[in-house]
């Protein structure tokens, strides 16, 4: 049986809509749904075209590093800017051979593996502790690695260095790793992931004979995936681009990143912002890559959004 | 397989005493269920028994040992969960291993032993799968396969079948008898279902605020309650309980009156009872019929209203008036009563049981040769 609605005729429910068209102009039905689509349209509309603008406002720094990097040297600072550029590779190749860039890369590769790896270990077990072992001031030692995260970096610059003087890793790579190596952020993340697992599953495997870090490595922390994920791409962001430390404790090649290195065009004789620019944006590549990629990632880990990824 | 010894066991979580002063023997490779409704503390004695919550007092044995302060890896004993407790980021292969490499054993073996174990619950068709992706019944199946591979000394089960549907929990309950008969196993299972108690036990422990009510074998628990509680929680529906006063006491007789009628009982002991007790009259809803008896066992009770009916298809549950008093009546499906129909009443007078009404312990049982009597015929 079918059952058909007097306001909407089957011969006019399939046609297209057209502005002015008498059929749907005739039938109250018809020209509210055609209203309604046409309301849609605009709004989708505006709304690509607010997202190119943004979409614009970000990509144009990076656009505006490509024209500087092979512009001429004299159009850099023209008014009103030189938008298309006359593609002079000259400034980028410079820029590629005055500095030893692959130990650059080296440096900044190691240094970013191991935090990560460090920082996931770390809050993997420090989460693990706090959210499933028995202990005395458990909460009271969680309220206080929580405070620690209102304590701004700044404030600890002095002792920091201070310790690792003392620890005689100044200019080394481990220097870089060990004021970081474990993270507040990281710690949590993991100690509520490991809170909503069910307890059955840590019994099951107490009943079993298995251990607690065999637990930790095959189920709790495999489960806990979206947590290993988010810290895996947080840590990895700000340590790849991380700037003021490496530069206050590190000289010379040896254990300088990439970023620091960049500074090298800011020199005594001025900035060569071509220079510059063509090596940021070597830089940026591997963040780009990664961003590609897993970019879904990274705006849910920046929204705290640690569900099923 | 081994015997399990419970002795003395107690176990309080803050002020509220969970379990308390609980013995328990499950011979060896028998079937023991603890029954109970929610928080009776049921699953606290079985968590006792695992290793997973501690003693406070008493002690645990199992084939002989103490192993009240051991860790649960050290009991050997293989449980399985209400939520089946699967790990979700390994095959069905894997959870059933997983245990098994914990333990040291061979590769081969334990490759040995998942496929032997998955034959036997018919799930080797599954072993590469995650349990995400497996019904509720497969993953229960999946679990079971988990303990029985650890080939342990006794099997914990924890409501197993609470998750499954009407039917797959019926076909999941044979199929678990089945398996018991198999295996031989020692098995602790803990359910507030008394259906699943009934049918599956060889043993049945009624918990009742961290105590043992009553233990015996099923007949027993339904047969013979050993209180009001156990009386009104087993038996579906549950024991019909009167209010009555003791008339006259004498060796190997009662007369009890109720309503307008009176009871007079015979038995082997109502030395609990006394003249003027008040006493709680128990009778099972299949020991009352509907209409005038014609046969030698019923008596007449007296004229019922019918409240409420429930057709179940080979039998029909129904919700009777008698003075005032509601009563539940098992009958077959033929030629019933309407609804507000008035129609007599009969009861078997050999099976009723009398309860105190101060304690609710039973103080006894009737037996064959047992009468009713019309109004003030005892008085």
Redo the contacts between chains.
């Keep these: 049986m079918t059952i058909t609605r007097r306001s909407e005729p089957t011969e006019g429910r399939h046609r297209p809509y057209t502005i002015g068209d008498a059929a749907s102009d005739r039938l109250p039905g018809s020209s509210f749904a055609a209203g309604t689509r046409l309301r849609a349209h605009v709004g989708t509309g505006v709304r690509y075209i607010l997202l190119t603008v943004v979409a614009a406002m970000f990509l144009f720094p990076i656009y505006w590093a490509v024209v500087v990097s092979v512009d001429h040297r004299s159009q850099v600072f023209t008014l009103p800017p030189h938008l298309v550029p006359s593609f002079d590779l000259n400034p980028i190749r410079r820029a590629l051979v005055v500095l030893p860039w692959a130990k650059y890369f080296l440096n900044t590769t190691i240094i970013t593996l191991a935090t990560i790896v460090s920082v996931l270990v770390t809050g993997a077990l420090a989460g693990y502790s706090l959210a499933l072992r028995e202990f005395r001031g458990r909460e009271v030692l969680f309220a206080v690695l929580l405070a620690a995260l209102m304590v701004p970096p700044e404030a600890t610059l002095i002792p920091d260095y201070v310790i690792t003087a003392r620890l005689g890793l100044l200019n080394t790579l481990a220097g870089q790793v060990a004021p970081v190596a474990a993270n507040v952020y990281a710690i949590f993340l993991f100690r509520q992931f490991f809170k909503t697992l ?1 307890p ?2 840590w ?9 607690w870090y ?1 637990y930790l490595s ?2 709790a922390v ?2 806990a995936r979206p947590a290993v994920v988010t810290v895996t791409l947080l840590t990895f962001a700000s340590q790849w681009s991380a700037f003021e430390w490496p530069l206050i404790i590190t000289q010379g090649s040896r254990a300088r990143p990439v970023e620091v290195a960049l500074s090298f065009f800011q020199g005594f004789d001025g900035t060569h912002w071509r220079e510059i620019s063509g090596a940021a944006l070597i830089t940026m590549l591997p963040i780009l890559i990664v961003f590609s990629f897993a970019h879904k990632y990274i705006v849910k880990s920046v929204a705290g959004d640690t569900g099923d990824t | 397989m081994a015997r399990l010894q419970i002795e003395g066991a107690v176990k309080s979580f803050g002020s509220t005493r969970a379990v308390d002063r609980v013995d328990l023997d499950v011979a060896d490779g028998e079937f023991a269920v603890l029954l109970g409704p929610s928080g009776c503390g049921k699953t606290t004695l079985l968590r006792l028994v695992a290793g997973l919550e501690q003693l406070e007092q008493g002690r645990i044995l199992l084939g002989g040992r103490d192993v009240s302060q051991a860790a649960p890896a050290d009991r050997d004993v293989a449980m399985v969960f209400q939520r089946y407790a699967l790990y979700p980021n390994m095959t069905v292969f894997e959870n059933i291993a997983f245990g098994l490499r914990a333990r040291k054993i061979g590769k081969s073996e334990v490759a040995q032993r998942v496929e032997r174990v998955a034959a036997a619950l018919e799930i080797s068709q599954l072993l590469g799968r995650r349990p995400g992706t497996l019904s509720g019944g497969q993953r229960q199946r999946v679990a079971l396969a988990r303990a029985i591979s650890r080939e342990p000394k006794l099997f914990l089960m924890d409501e197993p079948l609470s998750s499954l549907d009407t039917k797959l929990r019926s076909t999941m309950r044979a199929e678990l008898k089945r398996l018991h008969h198999r295996l031989g196993a020692t098995v602790l299972y803990v359910t507030h279902d008394q259906v699943e108690a009934m049918t599956m036990g060889s043993k049945v422990a009624v918990l009742r605020d961290g105590r043992t009510v009553q233990v015996g074998s099923p007949s027993d628990i339904y047969h013979r309650p050993a209180d009001d509680f156990v009386a009104s929680f087993v038996g579906s529906p549950p024991m019909n309980l009167l209010d009555g006063t003791v008339v006259r006491a004498e060796p190997g007789m009662v007369v009890v009156g109720v309503g307008s009628a009176s009871l007079t009982l015979c038995g082997t002991d109502w030395s609990g009872t006394a003249s003027g007790m008040g006493v709680r009259i128990g009778v099972r809803p299949e020991d009352l019929r509907l209409g005038p008896p014609h046969d030698s066992r019923h008596r007449l009770l007296g004229d019922c209203t019918v409240e409420v009916s429930e057709p179940m298809g080979h039998e029909t549950v129904l919700h009777v008036n008698l003075g005032g008093d509601s009563l539940v009546v098992r009958t077959s499906s033929d030629g019933l009563p309407e609804y507000g129909e008035k129609v007599p009443l009969a009861i078997d007078p050999a099976r009723v049981h009398l309860f105190d009404v101060s304690t609710g312990v039973a103080v006894g049982a009737a037996t064959e040769g047992s009468v009713l009597s019309p109004v003030g015929a005892a008085r």
Excluded: Y
Excluded at chain 1, 203 to 211: F, H, I, N, P, R
């Design positions: 069910p059955s599953l019994e099951a495997s107490q009943l079993d004979g298995v251990s065999r095959r189920v495999p489960m």
